[in-house]
C-alpha cells in the first residue's frame, strides 16, 4: 500500500519549499554553526569547574588514608574512590575520565620503613586537568616525604597515560550541537506545520488524495534525517578545521542520526496533532523544547550542572541522543553508547507510533 | 450506474441539523448545483459525499460506494475543489500538478492541464505570489490531475473577480462536454442557471426546490404578468372593472397576472378604458431570483450573491467552521 513514488515526491516537494524559505534554512544548517564558532571561540582556553580524581586504595594502612584526607583537603580536585575489585584503567575509561591514582597495597608499611614506594598518576598529558592533578599529587607527595625522610624521595610517582582521549571543551561542543539541531529543526518545524496545515485544512486536502498520513510522515522524517546529516557533516567540519576538534567518526553515529530526527519529528508532530490551535501547539513545543535544549549537555557537558539538574537531565530524551554521540565521537566508550542508543530506539518507537495513531487527516 | 445517489441524509452538529433529510440522484454527464445561502448546509453536505464527513443517517452512494469507509477507493475516482483551496506556500503550479500526478500514480502533461485552466503563465510562480483567482484555477487543475469521472466543486469561484469567473465557467462547461458529472455548489444564482442541467435550492438544511432552472420557475414562479406603467389609481381602476389580480408595486408599476391566454386582452382593454396616462407596457416571467427570494426568504445584494435574512443562519454557519 505505501508509495515510494508518493513519499518520495512528497519529500521533494516538502524539501524544495524547504530551501525555498530563507528562515528554514538559516536555522536548520547555519545557525548550529554560529553557536559553534561562537561558543567555540568564547571557551577555547578550556572550562573551569573541579576536577575529578579518581582513587584506587589497595592499602589499609594508616598513613595511606590520611594521604588520601592531604589530598582531598588541597580543595583542587573532587575525589571519588574506587573499589579495589576494579580495573581501574578499564574503569577510567568507563566512566569517559583521565585522571587518577593507585595507591599500593604496602604503602604505609614502606613509608613507615622508610622504604621507596610508588604511587601510580593515571593522566593525559595535553590536557589542562592532568596538569593540575600531577601538580596536586606531587605538591603532597613532597610535603609528605618532607615530613618524615626531610626531603627524601621515598614516595615517588609513576605517570601512566590513561586510554581516555584528550577532551577539549569544543570536543564537547559539536557532538552537542548536532545534537541541538537533532532536536531544534525537526522538533520546531513539525509542532509547526501539523497545526498549521489542520488549520489552514491542508491535512484534509491531501486526505483527498491517495498519500496516507504515514507516507506524509515517513517523507517528513526522512527530510529531516537528510538535514541532520548535512547539518552533522558542516558542524564536524567546522569543529575540526576552525578549533581542531578531536572527534572520532564511525557507522555508530548512523543510528542516532537517523533515529534522533525521527523522534522529534514525530514529538512535533504529537504535539501539533493533539494541540486545539497553532497557538496551544507552539506553547507546549516550547514547554517541551527548551528545558531539553540546555539541559541535556547540548552547550557544556551535564557533569558541570548540580546533581539535581543532572537527573533531570536524565529524563530528556535528547539527553542520550548526546550522551550517545559523546560516547561515540569523544571516548569511544561503546558501552555506553549502547544503552544510549536502546533508550532512544525504544522512546523513538513509541512516540512514531503514538503520532501516527493520534494524528488525523480530518474530522468526523 | 448513477454516479450520485443519497437519500434522507441527515447530519447534525450538537442541536444544529445542518443537513436535514436531503434525498436526490444525480446522472451521468450532469452538472448538478446546490445554490443556497451561506450556512444552508452545502457544504458539509458535499463533504458528505467527498468522504470527508460522517452522517447521521440515511444512505449515501458515490460511483457504487458509501463514502465513509470507502474513500481511500473512492478518492482516486473522484476530482475535488475543496472551499477555501490552498496548498504549499513554496511550490509553484508546475510542481502541484507534478506532485498531484505522482500521488494519484498517473502521467500527466503539466503545461496542458495548466493551459486547460489558463494559468499556463504562470506555472512557475510561487503559490503564495498567486492571486485568489488563480489559486483557484490551480484548485480546478489538481481536480483535473486523475482525469476523474465525477467531480465535487465546492464554491469553485467565490470571490473571485468577473473574468476569473468566466475562465472557470467555461472549464466546467468544458467538463460537461466531456461527458463527466460535476456537483458544484454556489451562492451565486446566474452561476448556477448559467451552469447546471438541474438545480437544487437548499435552506436551513432542507432542499425546498428542485430540477432544471426553468421548471423551477415554473412551479414556484407567479407565471407570466403585464406590468404597466401607470399609478396607483390606475390598478384601482383596473381592479374594479376586471376579475384580474392587480398588484401595485410602487414607483409606478402596475403588474397584472396572466392566467389565460384572453386576460392579456381584458387587462389592455381596461387600461385603454382608464383614460389614465400609462407607458411602457410589457410582459416577464419570474427569474430564478424571484423564485429564490420567495423560497428562502432572503435577499439578493448587488453581486448576485445571496443573503438569508434569517438570523439563524449565522450561529449555524459559525458552528460549521
Redesign the interface.
Known amino acids: 500500500m505505501t508509495s515510494t513514488r508518493r513519499i518520495l515526491s512528497d519529500l521533494r516537494l516538502f524539501g524544495r519549499g524547504y530551501l525555498r524559505n530563507v528562515a528554514g534554512l538559516f536555522f536548520g544548517l547555519i545557525f548550529p554553526v554560529i553557536l559553534i564558532l561562537i561558543f567555540g571561540a568564547i571557551f577555547s582556553s578550556g572550562l573551569g569547574g573541579t576536577i575529578t580524581l579518581y582513587v584506587q586504595n589497595h592499602d589499609s594502612g594508616p598513613v595511606s588514608s590520611s594521604f588520601v584526607q592531604a589530598l582531598n583537603g588541597t580543595g583542587t580536585v573532587n575525589m571519588v574512590l574506587v573499589s579495589n575489585s576494579e580495573n581501574f584503567s578499564q574503569y577510567l575509561s568507563a566512566h569517559s575520565a583521565s585522571d587518577g591514582i593507585i595507591i599500593p597495597s604496602d604503602f604505609s608499611a614502606n613509608y613507615t620503613a622508610g622504604e621507596n614506594v610508588t604511587v601510580t598518576v593515571y593522566s593525559n598529558p595535553s590536557q589542562s586537568s592532568s596538569a593540575i592533578v600531577s601538580g596536586t599529587v606531587t605538591g603532597v607527595i613532597n610535603g609528605f616525604n618532607l615530613e618524615r625522610f626531610g626531603g627524601k624521595a621515598i614516595i615517588r610517582i609513576a605517570q601512566t597515560t590513561a586510554n581516555s582521549q584528550v577532551t577539549k571543551y569544543i570536543d564537547f561542543l559539536v557532538p552537542g550541537l548536532i545534537g541541538f539541531s537533532i532536536l531544534v529543526s525537526p522538533m520546531f518545524s513539525l509542532v509547526n506545520i501539523s497545526s498549521e496545515y489542520k488549520r489552514i485544512k491542508l491535512f484534509k486536502q491531501l486526505s483527498l488524495t491517495p498519500l496516507t498520513k504515514i507516507e506524509w510522515l515517513a517523507s517528513k522524517v526522512l527530510f529531516y534525517i537528510l538535514l541532520s546529516v548535512t547539518s552533522f557533516l558542516l558542524m564536524v567540519a567546522v569543529g575540526v578545521f576552525a578549533f581542531g576538534a578531536h572527534i572520532v567518526l564511525s557507522p555508530w553515529l548512523i543510528p542516532f542520526l537517523v533515529l534522533g530526527p525521527m523522534f522529534f519529528a514525530s514529538l512535533g508532530m504529537l504535539v501539533g496533532t493533539v494541540s486545539k490551535s497553532t497557538e496551544t501547539a507552539s506553547v507546549v513545543g516550547n514547554i517541551i523544547t527548551f528545558p531539553m535544549m540546555f539541559l541535556s549537555g547540548t552547550f557544556f557537558p551535564i557533569t558541570l550542572m548540580p546533581s539535581y539538574l543532572q537527573y533531570l537531565a536524565h529524563v530528556l530524551p535528547l539527553f542520550y541522543i548526546i550522551d550517545g554521540l559523546n560516547g561515540v565521537m569523544i571516548y569511544g566508550n561503546y558501552a555506553q553508547a549502547t544503552i544510549d542508543l536502546v533508550v532512544v530506539a525504544v522512546i523513538t518507537i513509541v512516540v512514531f507510533v503514538a503520532a501516527a495513531r493520534l494524528f488525523k487527516w480530518r474530522e468526523d | 450506474m448513477i454516479p450520485v445517489e443519497i437519500s434522507s441524509v441527515r447530519k447534525s452538529y450538537g442541536d444544529l441539523k445542518a443537513v436535514d433529510g436531503v434525498s436526490f440522484s444525480v446522472n451521468e454527464g450532469e452538472v448538478f448545483a446546490l445554490l443556497g445561502p451561506n450556512g444552508a448546509g452545502k457544504t458539509t453536505l458535499i463533504e458528505i459525499m ?1 468522504g ?3 452522517r447521521d443517517g440515511g444512505t449515501v452512494k458515490v460511483l457504487g460506494l458509501d463514502p465513509w469507509g470507502n ?2 477507493v473512492l ?2 475516482r ?1 476530482g ?1 475543489i ?1 472551499q ?8 509553484n503550479p508546475r ?1 502541484a500538478v ?3 500526478a ?4 498517473v502521467s500527466v502533461d503539466p503545461d496542458e492541464i495548466l493551459k486547460e485552466v489558463v494559468l499556463d503563465d504562470s506555472a512557475n510562480v ?1 503559490f503564495e505570489n498567486l492571486s485568489g483567482g488563480q489559486k483557484q484555477k490551480l484548485g480546478l487543475a489538481l481536480s483535473l490531475v486523475n482525469s476523474a469521472e465525477l467531480l465535487f466543486l465546492d464554491e469553485p469561484t467565490t470571490g473571485l473577480d468577473p473574468n476569473a469567473r468566466r475562465t472557470i465557467w467555461d472549464v466546467i462547461r468544458g467538463l460537461k462536454d466531456k461527458g463527466r458529472t460535476v456537483i458544484l455548489t454556489t451562492h451565486y444564482l446566474d452561476e448556477a442557471e448559467q451552469l447546471s442541467d438541474r438545480v437544487a435550492i437548499m435552506n436551513h438544511g432542507h432542499i425546498v426546490a428542485m430540477g432544471a432552472s426553468e421548471d423551477i420557475i415554473e412551479t414556484h414562479g407567479s407565471g407570466e404578468r403585464l406590468e404597466v406603467h401607470g399609478t396607483e389609481e390606475l390598478a384601482a381602476y383596473i381592479r374594479a372593472n376586471t376579475n384580474l389580480e392587480v398588484e401595485y408595486k410602487g414607483k409606478g408599476l402596475v403588474s397584472i397576472r396572466l392566467s389565460q391566454k384572453h386576460d392579456v386582452l381584458a387587462a389592455l382593454t381596461a387600461v385603454e378604458q382608464s383614460g389614465l396616462d400609462w407607458h411602457d407596457i410589457h410582459t416577464r416571467r419570474d427569474s430564478l431570483d424571484d423564485v429564490f427570494v420567495k423560497l428562502v426568504s432572503g435577499t439578493i445584494d448587488e453581486k448576485g450573491e445571496i443573503r438569508a435574512e434569517n438570523t439563524g443562519e449565522n450561529s449555524h454557519d459559525q458552528r460549521r467552521r
Open positions: 467527498e470527508l464527513r460522517k474513500g481511500y478518492h482516486r473522484i475535488v475543496p477555501d483551496f490552498t496548498f504549499f506556500d513554496k511550490a510542481e507534478e506532485y498531484y505522482d500521488l494519484f500514480g510561487l
